[in-house]
């Protein structure tokens, strides 16, 4: 297993609690859907540090508020602070990481809500796996397709300067893999024709792709 070789079992191949019990009964996801006049769905943004997607995230976060839906918005820096602040960024934990954040993005999936993910979440079999529990038709993965060259010259934390002069070990995409998706819902790039793509048209592309898959709007009445 891809996990145990890379030294750390995870809950999706070792079950450590033993004697529990699925509860049935909640309100179903279509009645809360029904009364929030939305589909629950998780859009994962996806791509390397400094590519837009904590910015493109809350830009469409606003105009979503602004079309008077209920959203949710998981960044990456803000989870390490809490949720996730016992894990670093080995392969093993940036693995847990996104297993616990799609874990979390289930949940508020099921709730109806439309929850913006925005992890730089490098390998795609950790993706992959979100994707399969969210559940086909609610994970909308989102490639920010952004240079690393553009990406290192943003460097708003300073982070790429950091890890070019050696003070910062393990970088994603100086000496740590980034693997881009392969069959992404949507894939935002930095400049078309020559000129760069500035984020409030990167929001409208997706707010748009939202409204045309229904996701803006409640279930179709039960038969
Ligand atoms: N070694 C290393 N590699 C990549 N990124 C690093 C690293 N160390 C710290 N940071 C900062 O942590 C942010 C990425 O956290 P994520 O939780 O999104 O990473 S991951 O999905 O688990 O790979 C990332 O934030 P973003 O710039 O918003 O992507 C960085 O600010
Ligand atoms: N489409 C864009 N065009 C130009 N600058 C952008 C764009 N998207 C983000 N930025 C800028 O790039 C920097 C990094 O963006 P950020 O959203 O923090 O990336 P990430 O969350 O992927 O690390 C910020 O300074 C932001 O203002």
Redesign the pocket.
Known sequence: LASASRGMATAYDVGASTNIKWHEGAVPTETKETSMQQRGCVVWFTG???SG??TVACTLEHALADAGKITALL???N??HGL?SNLG?SAA??EE??RRIGEVSKLFADTGIVTLV?????YRQDRDRVRERVGKGRFIEVFMKVPIAICEERDP?G?YKKARAGK?????GID?PYEEPLNAEVVLEAEKDGKRIQPEEQARVLLEYLQSKGYLQGPPPAK
């Open positions: 390397l540090s400094g997607k904590s960044d990456g820096d989870v390490r996730n960024f934990d940036r990481n996104i925005s992890f730089i979440s490098p934390k982070l910062l070990k393990g970088f994603t740590d």
